[in-house]
């Protein structure tokens, strides 16, 4: 079956702390994504890469990095967590232009 | 650039009611078109999609038809159950991109 996970169900971080969001696939696929997801705003791209140490900015990369130095992980970076950056994040997965296959999210609070 | 607008819930219907939730689309070339659900605590699972014009998807009970000229691809099912309470996402992908979603349609059943 395949597979995305998330490290962390549910984070609580501090204001300022630097923040690790982990996301590991096991279906061998080149693309991964990073959305957030709000109340009323539906899911909003973050970054995405779609290879290996490649990584190309979603709609709202502000505050956030990506890390990709294996194929099978893709880590989303808070450089200075922020009260407005408290949301639910979901990694993703796809093999070229077939179906993207979600992780489980992770609840960040910043606090 | 791209987008998805599908209708504000909440919805509440009635067990054994008929769903319909509306999703139109803008966007340049001929995007395929899908809808998500995501049951409560738990990532996006895909439910149905549809590449090209007239194309139906469906599953679980559920359908929709990729309708180019009304810009639409409106989900719809017969008969809903309890288990059928979820939020529902209503996306479009060009080849080679990532999703773009719509807000988010809340359907809650009851018994």
């Known amino acids: 079956d395949v597979k995305v996970t998330q490290s962390s169900r549910y984070l609580v971080k501090r204001t300022g702390e630097k923040v690790f969001l982990e996301c590991v696939q096991d279906?061998?696929?080149?693309?991964m994504f990073w959305y957030r997801q709000d109340p009323g705003l539906g899911l909003r791209l973050i970054y995405f890469?779609?290879?290996?140490?490649?990584?190309e900015k979603g709609d709202i990369p502000e505050g956030y990095s990506v890390s990709r130095e294996k194929k099978e992980r893709f880590s989303l970076i808070l450089e200075s967590a922020s009260t407005n950056q408290t949301s639910m994040y979901l990694c993703?997965?796809?093999?070229?232009?077939?179906?993207?296959?979600f992780g489980q999210g992770t609840r960040l609070t910043v606090v | 650039g791209d987008s998805v607008t599908q209708m504000e819930g909440p919805v509440t219907l009635s067990e054994e009611a008929f769903l319909t939730i509306n999703c139109t689309y803008t966007?340049?070339?001929?995007?395929?078109l899908f809808w998500y659900v995501q049951y409560p605590g738990e990532g996006l699972q895909l439910l149905l999609k549809?590449?090209?014009?007239?194309d139906k998807g469906s599953n679980k009970g559920f359908e929709a038809t990729y309708r180019k000229e009304t810009t639409s691809f409106h989900l719809e099912k017969g008969s809903v159950q309890v288990s059928d309470s979820a939020v529902y996402f209503c996306?479009?992908?060009?080849?080679?991109?990532?999703?773009?979603f719509g807000k988010g349609t809340t359907l809650s059943v009851s018994s």
């Open positions: 993703a997965s796809r093999e070229g232009n077939t179906e993207a296959f």
């Open positions: 279906m061998d696929h080149e693309n």
């Open positions: 890469s779609y290879d290996v140490k490649m990584k």
């Open positions: 966007a340049t070339g001929y995007p395929s």
């Open positions: 549809a590449t090209k014009a007239d």
């Open positions: 996306a479009l992908r060009q080849a080679g991109t990532a999703l773009i």
